[in-house]
């Protein structure tokens, strides 16, 4: 485990923390006005390889050669001149450290860091990270990677084998009730696909996408058919061999024989893709959170009734079925901008389109 001290004077700004994979949904931006909750589980911390914050630069600012060299292959709206390795933990897990008033950036309903580090050290002052807590945005505190330094505090204990992640089966439910920050009329919450399922399959569509090799695309039925098919059956050409997509992972996760492309789990602590024993040297790995992946395998079904006999005489039911939502599903653009533009596959002749149509196919509801 490690901490996180202040590279000014040393000051411990951490609780004890262990490192995890960054979630795909760190950097999401979610509706208008959402309440979303913290990103880190107590206790953890993750670190984002590219830099963040600003000075920003616009795609024209930025040479053709340093965009790829920062592996960015398509154009953006903007680039961080920020440095990169920041580490995020959960607000909670903050120590000895102060708001910087003049850097409330935001302020729609929180802070949302967009005017660089607005916490500083408690001690010696300075600015040490981004306690990001606006609407639309996950809660967190984002840490100045030139403004910390790491120190082990005790051995980290092995990551969990797939065989125990598996065997803890905790999933990612699709559904989930979403929040507004109050208003004049009281709080307001409805019944919603879950933010880090759109997020994660704006990540997988990307690879999808370049996975097809132009070609269409189909999914097995069920959730799976709900998340992804509609967006590949529009994104994609209809006509040629369709290339088959399936789920597989360890476990009780779906088998995987016959697939071309393979919708595969990532670590939640290493954030490694799941390899197959045998992998077949065409098939293409398309990255999934664990949980989801745990989900999409071995959905837990939504008992409109009591699966076995009546309510007693006198119990009033207080744990009603969750609701489906209203709309269909649809895939984070935001996320799915970021991962495909990080895709060398980016540069073939059909997926730049696809990008510069994005706006559209948001109106489409696509996205």
Same mark, same amino acid.
């Given at each position: 485990?490690?901490?996180?001290?202040?590279?000014?004077?040393?000051?411990?700004?951490?609780?004890?923390?262990?490192?995890?994979?960054?979630?795909?949904?760190?950097?999401?931006?979610?509706?208008?006005?959402?309440?979303?909750?913290?990103?880190?589980?107590?206790? +953890?911390?993750?670190?984002?390889?590219?830099?963040?914050?600003?000075?920003?630069?616009?795609?024209?600012?930025?040479?053709?050669?340093?965009?790829?060299?920062?592996?960015?292959?398509?154009?953006?709206?903007?680039?961080?001149?920020?440095?990169?390795?920041?580490?995020?933990?959960?607000?909670?897990?903050?120590?000895?450290?102060?708001?910087?008033?003049?850097?409330?950036?935001?302020?729609?309903?929180?802070?949302?860091?967009?005017?660089?580090?607005?916490?500083?050290?408690?001690?010696?002052?300075?600015?040490?990270?981004?306690?990001?807590?606006?609407?639309?945005?996950?809660?967190?505190?984002?840490?100045?990677?030139?403004?910390?330094?790491?120190?082990?505090?005790?051995?980290?204990?092995?990551?969990?084998?797939?065989?125990?992640?598996?065997?803890?089966?905790?999933?990612?439910?699709?559904?989930?009730?979403?929040?507004?920050?109050?208003?004049?009329?009281?709080?307001?919450?409805?019944?919603?696909?879950?933010?880090?399922?759109?997020?994660?399959?704006?990540?997988?569509?990307?690879?999808?996408?370049?996975?097809?090799?132009?070609?269409?695309?189909?999914?097995?039925? !069920?959730?799976?058919?709900?998340?992804?098919?509609?967006?590949?059956?529009?994104?994609?050409?209809? !006509?040629?061999?369709?290339?088959?997509?399936?789920?597989?992972?360890?476990?009780?996760?779906?088998?995987?024989?016959?697939?071309?492309?393979?919708?595969?789990?990532?670590?939640?602590?290493?954030?490694? +893709?799941?390899?197959?024993?045998?992998?077949?040297?065409?098939?293409?790995?398309?990255?999934?959170?664990?949980?989801?992946?745990?989900?999409?395998?071995?959905?837990?079904?939504?008992?409109?009734?009591?699966?076995?006999?009546?309510?007693?005489?006198?119990?009033?039911?207080?744990?009603?079925?969750?609701?489906?939502?209203?709309?269909?599903?649809?895939?984070?653009?935001?996320?799915?901008?970021?991962?495909?533009?990080?895709?060398?596959?980016?540069?073939?002749?059909?997926?730049?389109?696809?990008?510069?149509?994005?706006?559209?196919?948001?109106?489409?509801?696509?996205?």
């Amino acid at each position: 485990m490690f901490v996180f001290v202040c590279a000014g004077c040393g000051a411990r700004l951490t609780t004890p923390l262990s490192q995890v994979a960054l979630p795909v949904h760190a950097h999401q931006k979610y509706g208008n006005g959402i309440q979303l909750p913290v990103l880190m589980e107590s206790g +953890t911390f993750a670190v984002d390889p590219e830099p963040s914050g600003p000075p920003w630069r616009t795609w024209e600012e930025i040479d053709p050669d340093e965009a790829e060299a920062r592996g960015i292959h398509a154009p953006v709206h903007a680039v961080s001149g920020g440095a990169p390795g920041a580490i995020v933990i959960a607000p909670g897990d903050a120590r000895c450290t102060v708001l910087i008033p003049e850097k409330g950036g935001g302020y729609c309903c929180g802070l949302d860091g967009a005017d660089g580090p607005n916490m500083a050290c408690e001690a010696c002052g300075l600015p040490v990270a981004s306690r990001i807590d606006d609407c639309s945005l996950w809660q967190a505190v984002w840490l100045a990677p030139n403004a910390v330094c790491r120190r082990s505090v005790s051995a980290d204990a092995a990551p969990l084998s797939w065989a125990e992640l598996t065997a803890e089966g905790k999933g990612t439910p699709p559904f989930e009730p979403i929040a507004t920050w109050g208003s004049r009329l009281g709080s307001s919450h409805w019944w919603s696909w879950s933010p880090q399922w759109e997020a994660a399959a704006g990540q997988a569509l990307a690879h999808l996408l370049v996975a097809s090799e132009g070609r269409p695309v189909t999914v097995p039925d !069920g959730l799976i058919a709900e998340v992804f098919q509609r967006a590949l059956d529009a994104l994609l050409p209809a !006509g040629p061999p369709a290339r088959r997509a399936v789920l597989a992972g360890p476990g009780r996760l779906a088998p995987y024989a016959n697939g071309d492309i393979l919708l595969v789990p990532a670590h939640p602590q290493t954030g490694e +893709t799941w390899t197959p024993p045998d992998p077949a040297a065409s098939a293409y790995s398309v990255p999934l959170p664990f949980g989801i992946c745990l989900w999409l395998a071995s959905p837990e079904p939504y008992l409109p009734v009591p699966a076995a006999g009546g309510m007693p005489d006198g119990v009033l039911r207080d744990d009603p079925p969750a609701l489906r939502p209203r709309h269909l599903f649809r895939a984070d653009p935001g996320v799915f901008q970021h991962a495909l533009v990080r895709l060398p596959a980016v540069r073939s002749p059909w997926l730049p389109e696809i990008l510069a149509n994005l706006t559209q196919h948001m109106r489409a509801r696509l996205f």
